[in-house]
Nanobody, 125 residues
Framework: VQLQASGGGLVRAGDSLRLSCAAS????????TGWFRQAPGKEREFVAG????????FYGDLVKGRFTISGDNAKNTVYLQMNSLKPGDTAVYYC???????????????????WGQGTEVTVSS
């Protein structure tokens, strides 16, 4: 599975952005796709995830109520709609995919075998 993330940019606090993650290759019967982010000097953290079979979505505590993850099976694309952005959301955002492997702990980055190149989001105050 190859992943291509896009949609990052420089915005002001309170603005919105939508990130996209397009998958190619062996995309059939994927289990879970997630978004993670890493700010300078900080560890990578879970942002959101979606289970393809059930459509269930999960969010990190810091983004609940502001971010929405969605998936389009026909386009093999996952979106991350980010509203009410804060300076603390500044980071490089990565999409990750587990392929056909089941993900038991959705916020654990080690569960994801495939990673995109990252897209940078900068939120100014």
């Amino acid at each position: 599975v190859q992943l291509q993330a896009s949609g990052g940019g420089l915005v002001r606090a309170g603005d919105s952005l939508r990130l996209s993650c397009a998958a190619s290759g062996r995309t059939f019967s994927r289990d879970t796709t997630g978004w993670f982010r890493q700010a300078p000097g900080k560890e990578r953290e879970f942002v959101a995830g979606i289970r393809w079979r059930s459509g269930s979505t999960f969010y990190g505590d810091l983004v609940k109520g502001r971010f929405t993850i969605s998936g389009d099976n026909a386009k093999n694309t996952v979106y991350l709609q980010m509203n009410s952005l804060k300076p603390g959301d500044t980071a490089v955002y990565y999409c990750a995919d587990a392929g056909r492997n089941p993900v038991y702990v959705i916020y654990d980055a080690r569960a994801y075998a495939y990673w995109g190149q990252g897209t940078e989001v900068t939120v100014s105050s």
